[in-house]
């Protein structure tokens, strides 16, 4: 059985940092990734890597670091500068396929429950 767990979330002051991880457990990914849903708003690609590569959407680049931890099936997002904008509920994601961009929900099999972040202004 897949499980995708993450944790991290929290409450943090504008300009502070946040890492959230989460740890994948029943199988291996070719992809791994964040997305974030804000209240209201239609959930949004933050950052995925792809085996060895990264991708970030625009808006957390030169902020956000994502990584993957292989040995342990784990993938983490260092976020820093955080923006009051920043504020959503972060999901982790991971996919087995390469049909779709890695910035498509599409792209994606199995979905975590979800961490709040919330940045206070």
């Known amino acids: 059985q897949v499980q995708l767990v993450e944790s991290g979330g929290g409450l943090v002051q504008a300009g502070g940092s946040l890492r959230l991880s989460c740890a994948a457990s029943g199988r291996t990914f070719n992809t791994m990734g964040w997305f974030r849903q804000a209240p209201g708003k239609e959930r949004e690609f933050v950052a995925a890597?792809?085996?060895?590569?990264?991708v970030y959407a625009d808006s957390v680049k030169g902020r956000f670091t994502i990584a993957r931890d292989n040995t342990k099936n784990t993938v983490y997002l260092q976020m820093n500068s955080l923006k009051p904008e920043d504020t959503a509920v972060y999901y982790c994601?991971?996919?087995?396929?390469?049909?779709?961009?890695?910035?498509?929900?599409?792209?994606?099999?199995?979905w975590g429950r979800g961490t709040q972040v919330t940045v206070s202004s």
């Open positions: 994601a991971a996919g087995t396929g390469y049909s779709t961009s890695v910035a498509s929900t599409g792209r994606y099999d199995y």
């Open positions: 890597a792809p085996l060895s590569n990264t």
